[in-house]
């Protein structure tokens, strides 16, 4: 994943992955408390979805040209910030959640399209925040969901 089209295809393939787990989960199982640790799958994907706002907003802002992350802010401290994007996304049934979640998706991938393609390569700051928020994000909760599942997929 270096170049524009590797890492928009990979993020294609991450989201496929973890598409087919969640299609397997129904609104019960998806809104059951406790099926990922202490957080439905609900709840998971407004996690996700957080995180996703996020950096959208930080690849929108290097595309302006600025920095990605406004002084003072750190990301640096996931247990801060993931009950947070939860509770902001207030009590959504799964299947609100799931929607919300492919939407912020689609947001992302716009904006990582829309990165001038000499900024993507190996351990540049694109492609960090893409393997960090979905490709390693979205391949560490499909386990969590196979877990879910009984170890199926």
């Known amino acids: 994943m270096t170049d524009r089209a590797a890492t928009l295809g990979a993020m ?9 787990r969640l299609s397997r989960i129904d609104e019960a199982h998806g809104s059951w408390e406790g099926a990922v640790g202490e957080w439905s799958v609900a709840q998971l994907l407004q996690h996700m979805h957080g995180w996703l706002t996020e950096m959208t907003t930080a690849v929108e802002r290097m595309n302006a040209g600025q920095r990605p992350t406004p002084e003072g802010v750190d990301y640096s401290d996931p247990e801060e910030w993931n009950p947070r994007f939860v509770a902001e996304r207030g009590e959504q049934t799964y299947e609100q959640a799931r929607a919300a979640f492919g939407e912020a998706h689609e947001a992302f991938v716009s904006a990582v399209g829309q990165v001038d393609a000499g900024r ?4 540049k700051t694109i492609n960090r925040m893409v393997e960090g928020v979905v490709t390693h994000h979205y391949a560490e909760h499909a386990e969590d969901l196979d877990a879910f599942l009984g170890g199926e997929h």
């Open 12 to 20: 294609q393939d991450a989201k496929a992955s973890l598409e087919e």
């Open 120 to 123: 993507f390569g190996e351990g």
